[in-house]
């Protein structure tokens, strides 16, 4: 993880450890800090609500696809395979939120998340200025990969990457 604190890694892991075994809206600060062995007032020190941490951990991620996609050429469907075999490395966190019926957090987010996205990728496209129209686009199908996300994450068995780049592929076709 890029660019976080000890204590905030330390406060990430200690929040995501507890969501294995309690209701996220029972988990408290003060436990979360005794976890981390850190008090209340570091906790406070670097977030305000137990919702940032996990807007932090969002934005970490969002930087490490965006460089993971930035690593190959831009083809469509090298972005696909690489956006669900980034999914699956992080399985664990995202069925963290399915069981605390927190997908809507990634969705809530994903402005900023793909803010942070488009921070990295811009600089690596050839036409720096992004017309209205390809920003709806863009965000059009930024929501089509949340809802297909959300329908992978539910299903089981979960069709491969390879799989679900033929689907995604084949509507653009």
Not at 62 to 73: G, Q, V
Not at 132 to 161: A, C, D, E, M, V
């Amino acid at each position: 993880m890029n660019n976080i604190t000890k204590s905030e890694k330390w406060i990430l892991e200690a929040l995501l450890k507890i969501m294995t075994t309690k209701p996220y809206d029972k988990i408290k600060i003060k436990e979360i800090a005794s976890l981390a062995d850190l008090n209340t007032r570091t906790f406070y020190r670097h977030f305000k609500t137990k919702d940032d941490v996990l807007k932090l951990y969002g934005r970490q991620l969002s930087i490490e696809l965006s460089n993971k996609i930035l690593e190959k050429s831009p083809c469509f469907k090298t972005i696909i395979l690489d956006y669900f075999e980034f999914l699956n490395e992080h399985i664990e966190f995202l069925n963290l939120l399915l069981k605390h019926n927190m997908l809507h957090f990634l969705y809530d987010n994903l402005d900023s998340f793909m803010t942070e996205v488009a921070f990295i990728v811009k600089p690596h496209l050839k036409n720096q200025d992004i017309d209205t129209k390809t920003l709806y686009q863009f965000y059009f199908n930024i929501g089509g990969f949340f809802y297909i996300t959300t329908k992978w994450l539910k299903s089981n068995p979960r069709l491969s990457k390879e799989e679900m780049a033929s689907i995604i592929l084949d509507m653009f076709s």
